[in-house]
């Protein structure tokens, strides 16, 4: 850091300015002097405005509270969602692309508006409880702020209102000491790191890297407007050809549709997340990790936690109606592939914004305890089986909002250290 150590001139200002004064009298001396105490002044407001920025600029010499490699080690530090004042989301072809066609009416009634006020307040009820185990179990807890997600928005590009800070998953992924802030792909979502900046600003202040993705412009042209998704077959033809419904204009990512063992990160390219925003990955985390891409027989690719979910130093749960094209690649390399059972939950349940199978969309909290639903007795029995302890809190309300236990949660800080787990 340069620092300014002295006036320019120095005391032959001074010298300069007695000399003058002397030739011409005190009515120049006086101007001279007027001159010598501005220009004082503005030395030292330079001065102090290099003390702000050492201040601002300098990370507190402590051990950085943001470390995390991989989906297992111990959990020390969570950031948990909040539900409140969540709104349904425009519908627009991102959002329509995301969606069970059973759930469009709903979109087309509701986008905008709130969610139903019960069924708000239970999840809210539901992830307050699911906060207060965490705590039980030992687990640091941290929250993003409460925000007024009506308001509506305009950039060049788009119009929209906001959604929710429910699931830090998607936007936040903790790479070792470093925060990637993901630039995401619904234009409901754009604003949505604002509920996460302060805590991000106080983890950055302590000595945690952070970085912000390219932000998209969400223009139509990152969209395929005239998708063709009418039935689920349409869906899986068009997956199978690589076709989604955000383009290659520019990228974007989700940060769910990543998933970490160490060095190395698997994703899949989805509908919110493109070639683009992988690449862009590949090259930021390079050389330290690799990032391979893999994918699913999946109609409707959207966050890879519920399709592959890592538990554990060379185990996966891999969902059966969503096999991995790539899976030889798992069990070449010792890997142990774990086919979860079928969920539990009724069929007349709403999911909005997701599926059944956030029954596998759990947290470990280490390598020998796992945050599940309570009412998911089925993948208890098989979590047992494997020498894992289940910790049970229900969710069902918080996943009709789009996640489990995983996509309410980001990682802050694991006990751990960087290794090698696939070869």
Not at 36 to 55: G, K
Not at 195 to 215: D, N, Q, S, V
Not at 267 to 286: D, K, Y
Request: glycine share 6%; hydrophobic share 40%.
């Amino acid at each position: 850091m340069l620092r300014v150590r002295c006036l320019r001139g120095g005391s032959r200002g001074a010298e300069a300015a007695h000399l003058i004064g002397a030739m011409l009298g005190r009515a120049v001396t006086g101007f001279v002097q007027r001159a010598f105490q501005s220009t004082s002044s503005s030395a030292a407001a330079i001065q102090s405005q290099e003390l702000v920025e050492d201040t601002v600029t300098e990370p507190v010499t402590q051990e950085c509270p943001v470390c995390a490699y991989n989906e297992w080690d111990p959990l020390e530090e969570v950031i948990v969602g909040r539900a409140e004042n969540a709104r349904v989301p425009p519908f627009t072809v991102e959002v329509k692309a995301n969606t069970y066609e059973k759930y469009w009416p709903f979109y087309q009634k509701y986008g905008g508006q709130t969610f139903p006020e019960d069924h708000l307040k239970k999840a809210v009820a539901e992830i307050e409880e699911m906060c207060n185990i965490l705590r039980f179990e030992g687990v640091t807890v941290r929250r993003p702020e409460p925000i007024d997600w009506s308001f509506q928005y305009k950039t060049p590009d788009f119009t929209s209102t906001g959604m929710y800070a429910a699931m830090p998953r998607d936007i936040l992924l903790v790479v070792g000491n470093e925060i990637i802030e993901a630039p995401m792909a619904w234009r409901s979502r754009f604003f949505e790191y604002r509920a996460y900046r302060p805590l991000i600003k106080e983890y950055f202040r302590k000595g945690a890297k952070w970085t912000t993705a390219p932000k998209p412009t969400m223009a139509d042209d990152l969209y395929d407007q005239d998708y063709p998704i009418r039935t689920v077959e349409d869906r899986h033809k068009l997956a199978a050809q690589g076709k989604f419904v955000t383009t290659e204009h520019e990228p974007c990512f989700d940060a769910a549709d990543f998933i970490r063992a160490g060095r190395d990160i698997f994703v899949q390219r989805s509908q919110v997340t493109n070639f683009m925003g992988i690449e862009w990955m590949r090259r930021h985390l390079a050389p330290d990790y690799k990032v391979h891409i893999i994918s699913f027989k999946d109609p409707n690719p959207m966050h890879i936690d519920a399709t592959f979910n890592i538990i554990g130093p060379g185990l996966v749960l891999s969902n059966p109606d969503r096999p991995c094209r790539q899976v030889d690649m798992f069990m070449k390399a010792g890997w142990n592939v774990v086919k979860p059972p079928t969920p539990m939950i009724p069929d007349d349940h709403p999911l909005w914004m997701s599926s059944k199978w956030l029954s596998m969309n759990v947290l470990m909290l280490d390598e020998k305890r796992v945050m599940v639903d309570a009412n998911e007795t089925s993948i208890q029995k098989m979590f047992e089986s494997l020498g894992i302890k289940p910790i049970k809190v229900s969710i069902r309300h918080a996943n009709s909002l789009g996640g489990g236990f995983h996509c309410w949660t980001t990682d802050v800080r694991r006990r751990g250290t960087l290794q090698s787990y696939f070869h």
